[in-house]
């Protein structure tokens, strides 16, 4: 298995990074995390444990608001939740974790899973088993492996989500990491309890089974990965900005059938400002391949970013810059080889939308679901709007799935329809109104975390996204376009946790209270934005963006979204 990237063969082999040599003094993940976390007189990890806890799922992080008083530590916590779905006796125990250990809110992530924020270090451990004992898992959904697996989460959409979804959760347990440590530390216990195709495994212990994970190898990965899958013509997972992505093809002449999926690789957001040899990426179609494929096909992209991924740098390090310096032949070259079969041309597949649904929908089935707008994906409550005790009371009484979107919202899915009503009622007792659950550039909006909790946060995002999304609904009023629908992501630094690379309208965080504003992402999340100012003040937001929206109202063709006019008119 290969740790470098290009070079000559007779060469000295780079460097490698930190991280990688952590990995390999403990393969098994463990480093010190058990004799710390049974440490009462530590309230924190050590920085190369901090690397392992990831893994685990979870990260380590301080209050940036209060460190002129010394640090004040919490976890943030995160959940492998293949494809979103979650039923309703595990969201129930979720949102009780989140209450008991939690600051308490329950957030929803752009990757379809929880996360738990301000969990204490005496509180890491309760949670993780907690989260286990309601048939979940944290494994893996940090790290340097592969992430939650995404799948589409709206149940009206295709009859191939049922299929589609089977594969994403086949993927999510067969590329689990096999590591003991997990369960040692976390569990008491060496079974792992990831659902598979051949049931629970019993695992071997000891050094030399921890030694090598039989797909990851004794390093896994360079940088994390993303899996994600989607059927046209909905883009509700935003495929192209993963390492990986399947695009559902159905059968022409049956809709219901699923004829095998295009490959699509080289996707990722990640970049850092003033560096170059970073940047934003759509992945590339690749070729198509049938249904009964597709885990063979995930393993051999997994393995083509273990060995050629770039181990020398972190910031240089994912899928997306080996096939963007390798290439595609090369990229369909090398998966023939790993996955025994080459792929077959693309067959055709068309996106046209990337938003969610929102209130009340019917399902093929006869039920029906209810699309949530959780505001940057935060449950919570606050006076006047008890979203977490409306979402808790509903839950409790009628027992809907509960499934997360890429986009930061929820979805109750499988809903008797002579139950609507008194559900409506019911979240209208707290204070949410179903009918009306914000502008429709409001529900085109996401954000980060950013401060104060994320380390990498140059600027605010979730904490300020309120009040910018008040300024800028006021400014689309002014200038005639109230109702109008404009994608709008913000996030505190470059890493684009929040997808900005892919918006309409977006704020990347450069320094407090400056940031990037980049423009004319598409509909289908099919098209990547562009900066159009640098460094822009906080306060200055709407300023820039209303000669824009003027000239869209005066100058806007019929039909066209502002992202496109921003490509035809403004960026040219």
């Known amino acids: 298995m290969s740790t470098t990237t290009t070079g000559d063969a007779n060469s000295p082999a780079p460097k490698v990074s930190k991280n990688e040599l952590l990995k390999e003094s403990y393969p098994d993940l ?3 995390l058990a004799a710390t976390l049974a440490d009462p007189a530590a309230d924190h990890f050590n920085d190369d444990d901090d690397y392992f806890l990831k893994f685990h799922g979870a990260y380590q992080q301080d209050d940036r608001d209060k460190r002129k008083t010394g640090k004040q530590y919490s976890f943030m916590v995160r959940a492998r939740i293949p494809g979103g779905v979650v039923p309703a006796a595990q969201y129930l125990a979720f949102d009780a974790l989140a209450g008991k250990y939690g600051n308490p809110t329950l957030r929803v992530t752009t990757r379809q899973t929880f996360q738990w924020h301000g969990v204490l270090k005496t509180g890491l451990g309760p949670v993780i088993r907690g989260i286990h004992e309601a048939l979940g898992t944290t494994i893996a959904s940090c790290g340097d492996v592969v992430r939650n697996v995404l799948a589409p989460p709206t149940p009206s959409t295709s009859p191939l989500l049922p299929q589609v979804y089977a594969h994403a959760a086949l993927l999510s347990a067969e590329l689990a990491p096999r590591s003991t440590a997990y369960h040692e530390i976390w569990l008491g216990d060496t079974e792992l309890k990831l659902p598979s195709e051949n049931g629970n495994r019993k695992l071997e212990t000891g050094p030399a089974a921890a030694a090598v994970d039989p797909l990851y190898g004794p390093t896994y990965l360079p940088r994390k990965f993303k899996i994600a899958f989607a059927v046209p013509p909905l883009n509700d997972t935003d495929i192209f900005a993963n390492c990986l992505g399947f695009v559902a093809i159905a059968d022409p002449s049956n809709p219901a059938r699923l ?3 295009n490959l699509l690789a080289g996707g990722g957001m990640g970049m850092s400002h003033g560096n170059k040899d970073t940047y934003p ?3 590339d179609v690749i070729g198509f391949l049938p249904a009964a494929r597709v885990l063979d096909a995930a393993r051999a992209v997994v393995t083509i970013h273990r060995d050629f991924g770039d181990r020398t740098n972190r910031k240089h390090a994912r899928l997306k810059y080996v096939l963007a310096e390798r290439g595609v032949e090369w990229f369909r070259a090398e998966f023939a080889t790993r996955a025994g079969f080459a792929l077959k041309a693309a067959r055709p597949a068309v996106f046209t939308r990337q938003l969610d649904l929102f209130g009340w929908h019917s399902q093929a089935d006869g039920g029906r679901f209810l699309g949530l707008y959780i505001e940057s994906g935060r449950i919570k409550d606050v006076p006047g709007y008890t979203l977490r005790a409306a979402l808790n009371a ?3 009484r009628f027992r809907p799935e509960v499934r997360l979107t890429a986009q930061q919202n929820l979805i109750l899915a499988g809903v008797r329809p002579e139950d609507e009503a008194a559900i409506t009622a019911l979240f209208a ?7 009306h659950q914000g502008t429709a550039f409001r529900k085109a909006t996401m954000a980060c975390v950013a401060l104060p909790t994320c380390g990498l946060a ?3 995002a979730e ?6 999304i008040e300024r800028v609904e006021t400014l689309l009023a002014e200038v005639g376009i109230a109702e109008e629908e404009i994608v709008f992501r913000m996030t505190g630094c470059p890493n684009g946790c929040a997808r900005p690379y892919l918006a309409e309208i977006a ?3 450069r320094a407090p209270g400056k940031y990037n504003l980049l423009l004319g992402g598409n509909e289908a999340s099919t098209r990547l934005a562009r900066v159009y100012r640098e460094s822009v003040k906080f306060d200055d937001v709407v300023s820039e963006l209303r000669p824009l929206l003027q000239r869209f109202v005066a100058e806007r063709q019929t039909g066209e979204r502002f992202g496109d006019f921003t490509v035809r008119a403004v960026l040219a």
């Open 394 to 396: 509903v839950i409790g």
């Open 463 to 468: 904490r300020a996204l309120p009040l910018l």
């Open 259 to 261: 004829l095998g999926y």
């Open 507 to 509: 704020l990347v965080g």
């Open 281 to 283: 990426r759509l992945a």
């Open 458 to 460: 140059l600027a605010e």
């Open 30 to 32: 463990s480093g010190q």
């Open 429 to 435: 007792q707290h204070g949410v109104d179903l009918a």
